[in-house]
């Protein structure tokens, strides 16, 4: 998978939106940009993924750049229990591969 | 949605026991499965890529003869852990893919394991 780069650690309160940025400069034309967290103590867990629209789910919503360089996982309100490290990988659509994990953003919600 | 259980969640171990670390894909067949390892305040590291009924696939620095892979069925594969020291405390998180219900859906992800949290006295 090519490489990520995220900030190491991000804080946010309750109920505001966050904004979780990841670069992949180097992303190929196939490669999805998939988001994944892990809770503390938890395997983790898929949360969305997109190619080059912008993508909505019940989780989270994903703002791709035009370019494609550069993605946002967008948690439009955060609770306590979106406390997590995120993950942004680059991923092609097929092939049973395994994840490459980078080191994350760890997020922290200060009630 | 595809779910991968793992038994058993938390073990503890004396130096020198074998520790074993069950895998089940539970509404779906899995001909891979993927082991992960990660230490406290570290990211995930791939352990081996288990293939059902060939052997497993390691990662470079990781020792097959310790960390034994058995993939019997499409819908359980096994981590054994022999000789197990301190050093081998750690998280253990398996995955795999739902290739029919990811396929469909247009989206290649892994489900993973809630984890086995091993610690070796």
């Known amino acids: 998978d090519a490489k990520t780069t995220q900030p190491n650690s991000m804080e946010s309160n309750e109920e505001e939106p966050v904004h979780l940025p990841c670069n992949h400069s180097?992303?190929?034309?196939?490669?999805?940009i998939h988001w994944y967290r892990q809770l503390p103590s938890q395997g983790p867990e898929y949360v969305i993924h997109?190619?080059?629209s912008n993508v909505n789910n019940r989780m989270a919503s994903l703002a791709i750049a035009e370019d494609r360089k550069s993605s946002t996982l967008i948690l439009h309100r955060a609770t306590l229990r979106d406390a997590a490290v995120y993950y942004c990988?680059?991923?092609?659509?097929?092939?049973?591969?395994?994840?490459?994990f980078g080191k994350g953003t760890r997020l922290s919600v200060i009630a | 949605g595809a779910v991968v259980s793992q038994h058993p969640s938390r073990v503890i171990c004396k130096s020198g026991t074998s520790v074993k670390i069950e895998c089940r894909s539970l509404?779906?067949?899995?001909?891979?499965m993927f082991w992960y390892r990660q230490f406290p305040k570290q990211s995930l590291m791939l352990m081996a890529t288990?293939?059902?009924?060939?052997?497993?696939?390691?990662e470079q620095g990781v020792e097959k003869d310790k960390f034994l892979i058995n993939h019997a069925s499409l819908t359980l594969s096994t981590l054994t852990v022999t000789s197990a020291h301190p050093e081998d405390s750690s998280f253990y998180i398996c995955?795999?893919?739902?290739?029919?219900?990811?396929?469909?859906?247009?989206?290649?992800?892994?489900?993973f394991g809630a984890g086995s949290r091993l610690t070796v006295l």
């Open positions: 995955s795999a893919r739902d290739y029919p219900t990811s396929t469909s859906s247009g989206a290649n992800v892994l489900t």
């Open positions: 180097t992303i190929s034309g196939t490669d999805y």
């Open positions: 997109g190619l080059t």
């Open positions: 990988i680059l991923r092609p659509n097929s092939g049973n591969t395994p994840l490459v």
């Open positions: 509404d779906f067949q899995a001909t891979t």
């Open positions: 288990s293939n059902e009924g060939s052997k497993a696939t390691y």
